[in-house]
């Protein structure tokens, strides 16, 4: 996949996604630029706040998983370069992305048996021609060598658009969204790769899936995080329009 997209860029040399830089998709002045989620987080479901211990939705709705993470916010340059990829099939994006998660997880010492994306539903699939989380997975997996499991998570229904909902709303709205294979999910540690997440309602029911299937224990990795608590209140950032 490398040869083929070096072989694009000799054909069509690109730009950075952000900035429109020559000669790279993901430029290293941009890349410098963004919010790297450093202070404190929850340190179950790893939205930003001030607080101590759990979260306020945690505390009163613990979640499924042991454990998300974030790069950083889905702020400027970062969510420039998803909505290349998840919206203009700037396909090559996935490989600067999936460097920034391979990074992360070296950060937070856990173990893994294997790795896998949230699947988007068939709608989703016709209308874009791939899944971004899973290009992101792939070239997560080409860099840790953590074996990768493309259809341990099935996807049951569409779910409809999560912006303007309720974190209430959301996780409703994905509740018994996903289902997972008990022949590669019972007894593993699995990690589960989605480009954005908000209030963590679809990594929640994801997580309810692996855990029912037999998974041990399921962590998640985000490139970027779209909400933060301030003052007990969840915001979200996520209802910005898609920029060209």
């Known amino acids: 996949m490398h040869v083929g997209w070096a072989a694009l860029d ?21 890349k410098a630029s963004l919010q790297i989620i450093e202070g404190s987080v929850c340190p179950l479901c790893g939205i930003p706040y001030q607080g101590q211990g759990l ?3 945690c505390r009163q ?4 998983f042991d454990g998300v993470r974030s790069w950083a916010l889905y702020e400027d340059a970062l969510r420039k370069a998803i ?5 203009y099939s700037r396909l090559s994006l996935s490989l600067p992305l999936g460097e920034m998660l391979a990074d992360l997880f070296a950060q937070q010492g856990w173990q893994v048996d294997l790795v896998t994306a949230v699947p988007v539903s068939g709608v989703r ?6 899944n971004q989380s899973l290009m992101i997975a792939r070239a997560f997996h080409r860099l840790t060598g953590i074996p990768l499991k493309e259809r341990a998570l099935l996807r049951l229904r569409h779910t409809a658009s999560q912006v303007g909902l309720t974190l209430e709303q959301r996780i409703a709205n994905a509740a018994d969204a996903f289902a ?3 022949a590669l999910c019972e007894g593993k540690t699995v990690l589960v790769i989605d480009d954005v997440c908000t209030s963590s309602a679809t990594l929640r029911a994801c997580a309810q899936a692996l855990k029912d299937a037999g998974a041990l224990r399921v962590y998640g990795l985000t490139v970027a995080r779209a909400g933060f608590m301030r003052e007990g ?3 979200l950032a996520d209802e910005l329009p898609v920029l060209p």
């Open 61 to 64: 709705s613990p979640p499924a």
């Open 55 to 57: 979260c306020v939705f």
């Open 180 to 182: 997972a294979q008990h």
């Open 125 to 130: 699939r016709r209308e874009r021609g791939y």
């Open 10 to 30: 000799w054909l069509f040399p690109p730009s950075c996604v952000s900035c429109q830089k020559a000669g790279v998709d993901f430029c290293d002045e941009c």
């Open 83 to 87: 909505h290349g990829l998840k919206y």
């Open 233 to 235: 209140l969840l915001t």
